[in-house]
């Protein structure tokens, strides 16, 4: 049983579900392929009028999505609804410029008249994450439908009733059967999915380790692919950074959703002249966070995902002491029901330790000092991720500067505002390729024909 949902804040069991037998999984792609036919030849604007009556239901019933959701994966009610109102903004985006993105671009060939025009490739497969359980699905189905495209979509195994909620909102909105189609299957049939001659394009967000096996079966398939993977993003503090500016991000960029972002600031590394500060400051806000109800408004630390992912989170924070890092601050489970961690901090992580090259997918914060701006550079480009970063300065040209020098797919200045359904996310290196969101999101899974037009003869 590789589907089912369960209470991280509690550890009761909600519900379970079977994964699906091929013979359905067989009918799934054949509708999914049947509805492509046709929702190919609609227009932009009768696409959009489904799209946008799914952002509107979202935000009518914001409540009970997020409610959901916090049930299911444990995220603080309060994130919850904006991460709902956040998935309902990305497909409105779509609805409304999807159009404007993939219309025809003339060209200026030296000879005759020629144009790029985009037309959809078919059936999109997409494995998404848990840690945001409905963005992550919206910023597939947004762009990929708006573009004429259709989706399969494989959510992970802990979250199956934020899964087929999305679903069903689809039906809801008015949508063609196959139009978007959740499947709750394994991982061997998610591998004869991305085989499947019907399948045209495979899309993850996940993990390093799933990114390297989906990718390797797309490639094999000559397919095209988006792989949006993890991260360990660096957050640069600057000598003049405004520090309570400085910690507000620090511990929002660390603890939001429990710490379980992509994109969360992963690695503090801080100029000398501030380091002492920074960390009494930040350890004592970390501090000040109280462990209780997702539910509860007033609750400032919500679970883990899951009770595996803390357990899994332990033991790395322990092979990360064992390899000669000392722990300052937390490192071990809370005290209560629930799969819950203290807010921790690492410091003297060498670049022998394990943990140097590592994704801490919690709220586990590495701290480094540094002597100065260029040793900053150079720690946080000597990581096999590329996804995010931040630096903080009170100078804006020079902290364009150093975003420059970072070898990321995404820097912000002092903030972390991670994403909006107008910016390209999307990293380099280990974190994966291509871009989601945006203009450029749209353009993953299109075909980009050109058409050139001579009036002159063939030469002979
Ligand atoms: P994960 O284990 O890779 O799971 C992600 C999805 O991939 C799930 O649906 C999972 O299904 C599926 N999956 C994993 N291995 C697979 C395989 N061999 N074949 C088919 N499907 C497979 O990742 P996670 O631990 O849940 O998520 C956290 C990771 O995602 C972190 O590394 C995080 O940084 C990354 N992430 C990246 C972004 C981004 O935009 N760059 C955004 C969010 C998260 P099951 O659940 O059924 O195993």
């Not at 060939?109 to 359980?133: A, T």
């Not at 959740?182 to 495979?202: A, F």
């Not at 792989?227 to 400085?246: K, N, P, R, W, Y």
Request: proline content about 4%; charged content about 25%; glycine content about 8%.
């Amino acid at each position: 049983m590789s589907y089912q949902s369960l209470n991280p804040a509690t550890g009761k069991l909600l519900k379970k579900f079977d994964e699906l037998t091929d013979k359905e999984l067989e009918t799934k792609i054949a509708t999914a392929e049947t509805c492509f036919a046709t929702w190919r030849k609609k227009t932009y604007a009768e696409r959009a009028v489904i799209v946008a009556k799914a952002a509107a239901i979202l935000r009518t019933k914001a409540d009970e999505f997020a409610h959901t959701m916090t049930l299911e994966m444990g995220k603080r009610i309060s994130e919850a609804r904006g991460e709902v109102e956040f998935s309902a903004n990305i497909l409105a985006y779509y609805a409304k410029n999807a159009e404007r993105f993939l219309a025809p671009v003339k060209l200026h060939p030296s000879l005759g008249e020629g144009h790029m025009e985009s037309s959809p490739i078919g059936v999109v497969f997409c494995v998404e994450p848990w840690n945001f359980p409905y963005y992550q699905l919206a910023r597939v189905a947004g762009p990929h439908l708006m573009a004429g495209n259709v989706v399969l979509v494989k959510h992970a195994g802990i979250v199956p009733q934020c899964a087929i909620a999305f679903e069903k909102l689809w039906i809801e909105a008015g949508a063609p059967a196959g139009l978007y189609t959740n499947l709750l299957i394994s991982h061997d049939q998610s591998d004869r999915v991305v085989d499947d001659p019907r399948i045209k394009g495979v899309a993850l967000t996940g993990s390093v380790a799933a990114g390297r096996s989906i990718a390797a079966r797309a490639g094999k398939n000559l397919k095209p692919s988006s792989m949006e993977l993890g991260g360990s993003d660096a957050f640069i503090v600057l000598e003049d950074a405004d520090l309570e500016h400085t910690i507000k991000w620090a511990v929002w960029g660390r603890m939001y959703n429990t710490g379980q972002t992509c994109c969360a600031a992963k690695r503090f590394i801080v100029v000398d002249k501030l380091a002492d500060k920074f960390l009494d400051k930040f350890q004592g806000a970390l501090a000040a966070l109280k462990a209780g109800d997702p539910l509860d408004e007033k609750t400032t630390l919500g679970p883990l995902s899951s009770e595996q992912a803390l357990l899994d989170l332990l033991k790395q924070v322990d092979g990360a002491v064992s390899h000669g890092a000392k722990l300052i601050m937390g490192g071990k489970r809370v005290d209560r029901p629930g799969s819950y961690m203290e807010p921790t901090i690492l410091t003297d992580i060498k670049p022998e330790n394990p943990a140097f090259r590592e994704e801490f997918f919690g709220p586990v914060a590495l701290f480094f000092r540094v002597k100065d701006e260029d040793q900053a550079i150079a720690l946080a480009n000597d990581s096999d991720f590329g996804l995010g970063g931040s630096v903080f300065t009170k100078d804006i040209a020079r902290g364009s500067k150093v975003a420059s020098r970072v070898e990321t797919g995404m820097m912000f200045i002092n903030n972390i505002s991670w994403s909006d359904a107008e910016l390209p996310f999307g990293g380099i290196k280990d974190s994966g390729y291509g871009r989601e969101l945006g203009d450029m999101g749209i353009q993953e899974f299109v075909n980009k024909k050109l058409v050139r037009y001579v009036s002159a003869e063939a030469p002979l």
